[in-house]
């Protein structure tokens, strides 16, 4: 059974920082890109960041130069860092993942995801 458990969620005032992490239990985590989406309320989920096993990345432009993703195979973790937060950041956040090196920006090739983490950033 997969499972992916988000942590690091909270309440930030705005220029704060705050590190998601993504825990993944997957056998051979490693041949899985990983990707952090978000949804803030009366909104569709939106793509924010995504990494391969290569280390490839790729980011939405709204976060480009705040957040940076990374992972580390040997604890199966993903971690989204996003520093310099804005009130337009406020989201629940949810990590996914998807076989294969190709780093989607749409949902839909994600196989697996996390039940969300709460992201509020105060103005």
């Known amino acids: 059974q997969v499972q992916l458990v988000e942590s690091g969620g909270g309440l930030v005032p705005a220029g704060g920082s705050l590190r998601l992490s993504c825990a993944v239990s997957?056998?051979?985590?490693?041949?899985?890109?990983a990707g952090w989406f978000r949804q803030a309320p009366g909104k569709e989920r939106e793509f924010v960041a995504a990494i391969n096993w290569s280390i490839g990345t790729t980011y939405a432009d709204s976060v480009k130069g705040r957040f940076r993703i990374s992972r580390d195979n040997v604890k199966d973790t993903v971690y989204l860092q996003m520093n310099s937060l804005k009130p337009e950041d406020t989201a629940v956040y949810y990590c996914?993942?998807?076989w294969g090196i190709g780093l989607e920006k749409s949902p839909n090739p994600y196989d697996y995801w996390g039940q969300g983490t709460q992201v509020t950033v105060s103005s």
């Open positions: 996914a993942i998807k």
């Open positions: 997957k056998r051979s985590f490693s041949n899985y890109a």
